[in-house]
């Protein structure tokens, strides 16, 4: 298993550009979730999804676009990059046991965004 | 809205000494408690898993505790080494698994 891939590890936009972040998991996870991480801020949750088809909202959504079609991806869209927007931003995803109970959460490395 | 706060922000400790991480939540219905590593310009990797009904964890030196009541959570590490200087992260998980983070502690354990 690859686990948690994000592409690109770096990224530069200008102000105004719009742009995907790539999320994929080779875990049939269905759990998948979207975090940036600020200094000073900590992590905090922007999109998640608990399946294909559905999302919700996180703390920090403005500005970003999610949508789930398959299991294994989970892509975030900035529709207009703005300089707030330069941050690290993790993707990770999770799967429930058979009964439930507790779970493991798998994160990506990570891409760096700055947005000029 | 849900809260995670972790004491102390900073920790420096010589090898070989046990040490104690706090984290405190505002929200007692929590799916579960979760206490992640994070090494400087890395992600995020998870150290225990506490279910909502079970009271700690123990993996190898660390122990981790969960007192839902009080809204409290431990990260206890025993014998600490310099490889465990990192940035502890504690997490409350939601239903859907979605996690609110503290803001971590930034422990240096010197040789």
């Known amino acids: 298993n690859a686990g948690v891939t994000q592409t690109p590890k770096f990224q530069v936009l200008k102000t105004g550009q719009s742009m995907t972040l790539q999320c994929a998991q080779d875990m049939n996870h269905e759990y998948m979730s979207w975090y940036r991480q600020d200094p000073g801020m900590g992590l905090r949750l922007i999109h998640y999804s608990v399946g294909a088809g559905i999302t919700d909202q996180g703390e920090v959504p403005n500005g970003y676009n999610v949508s789930r079609s398959t299991t294994e991806d989970f892509p975030l869209r900035l529709l207009s990059a703005a300089p707030s927007q330069t941050s690290v931003y993790f993707c990770a995803s999770s799967y429930s046991r058979p009964g439930g109970g507790a779970d493991t959460q798998y994160f990506g490395p990570g891409t760096r965004l700055t947005v000029l | ?111």
Do not use: H, M
């Open chain 2, 1 to 111: 809205k849900q809260e995670v706060t972790q004491i102390p922000a900073a920790l420096s400790v010589p090898e070989g000494e046990n040490l104690v991480l706090n984290c405190s939540f505002t929200d007692s219905a929590i799916y579960n408690l979760q206490w992640f590593r994070q090494d400087p310009g890395k992600g995020l990797t998870s150290l225990l898993l506490i279910q909502s009904s079970q009271r700690e964890q123990t993996s190898g030196r660390l122990n981790a505790s969960l007192d839902k009541s009080s809204g409290r959570s431990t990260l206890y590490i025993a014998a600490s080494q310099p490889g465990d200087s990192a940035t502890y992260l504690c997490a409350r998980a939601g239903s859907a698994r979605q996690l609110t983070f503290g803001s971590g502690t930034q422990l240096t354990v010197l040789p």
